[in-house]
């Protein structure tokens, strides 16, 4: 099962980040709002603040910021409205100290599952972290999460 299956959420929130100094800073408090609110565990908690600032990367590009939950996760949605505000967090990722493809490798790590994927006029990038603990059985995401 993929991201895009999702259809059900019990939640949903959205903040739109304008450019500036505070954007990331802005974006974690929202994340952990939200977290703590839904009744995430502490490490999911702190997995998706840090998710959603890697992702959200310096701040410099407008960005629609949306978290929904599900009954054991959490899907995190940032959109961006032109290629150009695309490339500009592409540019940022280049400069990390991790780089490019350990960058890739650490949000992995923190992400149960994420993508990019063009949209019309931009880019949304979404990634899931379950937030509740699973009963151990090897279910699919779909089973995990609706």
Do not use: C, K, N
Not at 4 to 19: E, G, K, M, T
Not at 25 to 39: D, I, K, N, P
Not at 102 to 126: C, H, K, N, T
């Amino acid at each position: 099962m993929t991201l895009q299956d999702f259809q059900r959420s019990v939640d949903r929130v959205q903040l739109v980040l304008l450019p500036g100094v505070e954007t990331t800073a802005q974006a974690r408090r929202f994340v952990r709002g939200f977290m703590e609110s839904s009744g995430a565990q502490s490490e999911a908690t702190e997995r998706m603040v840090q998710l959603a600032a890697e992702l959200l990367g310096p701040g410099t590009a407008p960005v629609t910021l949306v978290l929904e939950e599900f009954p054991s996760a959490v899907l995190l949605s940032l959109q961006l409205s032109s290629p150009a505000d695309y490339a500009v967090v592409q540019r940022w990722r280049t400069t990390h100290p991790l780089q490019t493809g350990p960058w890739r490798l650490y949000v992995s790590l923190l992400a149960d599952e994420w993508e990019e994927r063009p949209q019309p006029g931009g880019v949304v990038i979404r990634a899931v972290v379950r937030h509740r603990p699973s009963d151990g059985t090897h279910a699919s995401m779909t089973e995990r999460l609706l």
